[in-house]
């Protein structure tokens, strides 16, 4: 069992101000502040149990730790700060705004995804990726794109993500997706339209970025894990994720679908026209959010692998 340890090197913080291990939800009064460290889903997502304290810790610093483990798991040993039993990352330096914050675990057994699982809560269909640590871990899918085995436009996809069950303005059944789900829906038909793009219209770059953002969340539906455990990890690389972009997005399926529908003089540009003309072109529903749908227009880039382009 390895947890991963937060330490944030911020002298001046009084423990209970953002921690009070007698209360049922010890950082319920000090969200934004968690927050403001990049750590709001490790202390809020755990669960299991949390412990934090303030000590020295690395490099001469003084500030506080936090690590979190599942509810029917021994507590990580060592825990706290002990820099002879453990192997401690830097991860974000100190500036004028925020503290330097810390990663650690026991020396020779960093995290893994049992570790770091959270189970599957949404009961989403997922595939096993393996990351830059070796192991494998699984990348849940949030949009269907095929309906009976047809392709069907970006605004129509289907989702196994929470939906509430209610009524609309004209007093019709709906089934809309649970509110702390909305931007990761959205985001996740932005991609497939991005997708679309790379594969059918000549798109040879994306915000990586973004990129970058869209794969943690994505992980954080199995995982408790964050920016910063990724930076002390080093667990994506340009190419697994876009395999996790790729799989989030059920594009396995739509290559699939493609790949077996190849036209008779074997001419697959034809039936990527066709797709891009129906399904591509459709509406996502974030042109009438009014999200910019091309964020390579306000973002920085990253260009597509060499290895043939997204995935």
Known sequence: MSSPI????????NLADVFNGSNADPVAHALEWWESKG?????????????????????????????????HSESPKPIGYHAAKQTW??????N????????????????????LSLGNPYGLSCEQIKLCDG???????????????????TASHDTDLPKLVKRDLN????NPVKKQFEQLWEESGQWFDIWCEIHFQGRTSFPSDQALEFGLQVLQLRYRICDLTNDALNLLDTSNFQDIISNAIGWPSVKAL???????????????????????????GLEDSGRNTDPLEANSTAPVDSGGGAR
């Not at 990352?89 to 100190?94: F, I, L, N, P, Q």
């Not at 494998?136 to 949009?143: D, P, Q, V, Y």
């Open 6 to 13: 937060f330490f944030i090197a911020e002298p001046s913080i």
């Open 39 to 71: 750590l709001l889903h490790i202390v809020t997502n755990h669960g299991g149990r949390i412990a934090a304290s303030t000590c020295n810790g690395p490099d001469n610093t003084s500030g506080i730790w936090v690590t979190v483990w599942p509810e």
């Open 89 to 94: 990352t830097k991860v974000r330096s100190a």
């Open 96 to 115: 004028e705004d925020s503290p330097a914050i810390y990663v650690g675990w026991k020396i020779s057994e960093p995290p893994t995804p049992s570790d």
């Open 135 to 153: 192991n494998s871990w699984a990348i849940s899918e949030i949009r269907e794109p095929l309906n009976n085995g047809m392709l069907t436009p």
């Open 171 to 174: 007093g019709n059944l709906c």
């Open 258 to 284: 493609l790949e077996s529908h190849v036209s008779d003089d074997g001419d697959e540009k034809k039936n990527h026209d066709a797709f891009t003309r129906e399904t591509a072109n459709g509406s996502s």
